[in-house]
């Protein structure tokens, strides 16, 4: 079993920057990337960013691309979510989640999901 703890939401104003970070404790095989997610009240959970286990390659949504970055330093690191100007449209509960790269951005074939940490950002 893996067990995924995110921390580092909160609340901020317009432009300004958060990280979030994702802990991952426990062990378990058939995964080997780790995707950040989020979900607003009545949208859909959508993948941005994810790092493959051993931190060497980052995929992104075009929509962060150039705001946010995800990295890990090595296979045992946290996974980090660096935020930069933020926007109201970014408000959302943020998961961090373990699944197969080739299906980074699929809500369906995350295998492991932490609770989620809470970013609002308002005007």
């Known amino acids: 079993q893996l067990q995924l703890a995110e921390s580092g939401g909160g609340s901020v104003q317009t432009g300004e920057s958060l990280r979030l970070s994702c802990t991952i404790s426990?062990?378990?095989?058939?995964?080997?990337?780790i995707t950040w997610f989020r979900q607003s009240p009545g949208k859909e959970r959508e993948g941005l960013a994810t790092v493959t286990t051993s931190g060497g390659v980052t995929y992104y949504t075009e929509s962060v691309k150039g705001r946010f970055t995800v990295s890990r330093a090595n296979n045992t690191a946290p996974v980090y979510l660096q935020m930069t100007n933020l926007i109201p449209e970014d408000t959302a509960m943020y998961y961090c989640?373990?699944?197969?790269?080739?299906?980074?951005?699929?809500?369906?074939?995350?295998?492991?999901w932490g609770q989620g940490t809470q970013v609002t950002v308002s005007s």
């Open positions: 989640a373990a699944i197969t790269c080739p299906y980074w951005q699929l809500p369906s074939q995350v295998q492991y």
């Open positions: 426990g062990r378990a095989r058939g995964y080997n990337c």
